[in-house]
């Protein structure tokens, strides 16, 4: 690589030009091109003479998601939880006898009178901890997956990165999972709504990870 303003050559990684200080950005790359015709010193025989050539420099564009697809890719994601989940509730509340405790329940009187049995409570507090487990395990394996997303998000072409764009690691991943918590008790879904008003389109729990949620 060489620079463009005074052809010094630029040491691979460099970020400026150590002759001139012209910045790398401007540099131009120098390939093999090729022509023909030139005698070869040795032999007369024809040989491919290298001329340089200007390769052009790209620029990519980040596109940060905003809220609203953020919130339908939210919306696919229940859907597919309470799909997953919703045979292993049921499940548990056979195998807790759930459906003879409630209908052995008397008709005529209050519950909060007679009180709910201990089994009840029981149940509802595993209901808690496998909708808690379940969803940062679904949540932060797959944004830390090769995906980088979960379904939602890949369906709808987003993924979820770090600053320098590279995959979450799992840490990272469930920090952000539960950093929702915060968004999530600030008033009126601000900590939420935000994403939608922010430079890089980040809510409270994506700057607490230091994560970005980008299209492509």
């Known amino acids: 690589m060489y620079c463009s303003k005074c052809g010094s050559a630029i040491a691979a990684g460099g970020t400026f030009c150590s002759n ?4 790398i950005a401007a540099a131009v790359v120098q390939v093999p091109a090729f022509t023909s015709g030139v005698a070869s010193p040795v032999g007369g ?3 491919q003479a290298v001329a340089a050539e200007v390769v052009p420099s790209y620029r990519f564009t980040v596109v940060y998601a905003g809220f609203w697809l ?9 859907v597919i939880l309470g799909i997953c989940l919703g045979p292993v509730i049921i499940g548990l509340a056979l195998a807790m006898g759930i459906g003879t405790v409630l209908s052995g329940l008397p008709r005529n009187r209050d519950v909060f009178e007679t009180g709910f049995p201990p089994v009840f409570f029981g149940f509802i507090s595993l209901i808690a901890l496998i909708g808690l487990c379940g969803g940062w395990l ?4 797959l944004e830390s997956s090769h995906w980088q997303a979960t379904a939602g998000k890949k369906a709808l072409g987003l993924k979820v990165t770090d ?3 590279a995959r979450n690691s799992f ?11 915060i968004s999530g008790m600030i008033p009126l879904g601000i900590g939420y ?12 729990h994506d700057m607490l990870a230091s994560c970005l949620v980008v299209r492509g």
Do not use: N
């Open 20 to 23: 001139c200080g012209q910045p």
């Open 45 to 47: 025989f024809p040989v």
């Open 70 to 78: 953020r919130f339908v890719a939210h919306m696919i994601d229940t």
């Open 138 to 141: 679904y949540f932060a394996l």
């Open 163 to 165: 600053y320098a764009g």
């Open 171 to 181: 840490a990272r991943a469930s920090g952000r999972h539960f950093a929702k918590i």
């Open 193 to 204: 709504i935000i994403a939608g008003f922010t430079e890089k389109k980040q809510a409270i």
